[in-house]
Nanobody, 130 residues
Framework: QVQLVESGGGLVEAGSSLRLSCAASGRPGGTYSMGWFRQAPGKGREFVAAITWNGDRTYYADSVKGRFTISRENRKNTEYLQMNSLEPEDTAVYYC???????????????????????WGQGTQVTVSS
């Protein structure tokens, strides 16, 4: 079992930055891939970013590429999502995810598939005002 707890969400103006954190427990850091998804009101959950167990590869949705950066600190068993140049379209609940049993993150297609991910956090709200 992996427990995931997100933090760092909030209400900001367009153009601002936020950093989300996801604290994991139940399994040693560095033994699984981690990622971020989001769900806007009335929409399905969509892939945002992912990072391999050792951080050597990262994947991003086209909509956030160049603005968001995913990272992790395995000694703290924590991942981060630095979000810059936020837009109202980024408003959503952001979920942390962990892939323990699924396939390796070999491409963005695998990273973006919900079936890749085994554990999910409860989510943190990000609201960007125009």
């Amino acid at each position: 079992q992996v427990q995931l707890v997100e933090s760092g969400g909030g209400l900001v103006e367009a153009g601002s930055s936020l950093r989300l954190s996801c604290a994991a427990s139940g399994r040693p850091g560095g033994t699984y891939s981690m990622g971020w998804f989001r769900q806007a009101p009335g929409k399905g959950r969509e892939f945002v970013a992912a990072i391999t167990w050792n951080g050597d590869r990262t994947y991003y949705a086209d909509s956030v590429k160049g603005r968001f950066t995913i990272s992790r600190e395995n000694r703290k068993n924590t991942e981060y999502l630095q979000m810059n140049s936020l837009e109202p379209e980024d408003t959503a609940v952001y979920y942390c995810a962990a892939a323990v049993f699924g396939p390796a993150l070999r491409d963005v297609g695998v990273a973006g598939a919900a079936s890749t991910w085994d554990y999910w956090g409860q989510g943190t709200q990000v609201t960007v005002s125009s």
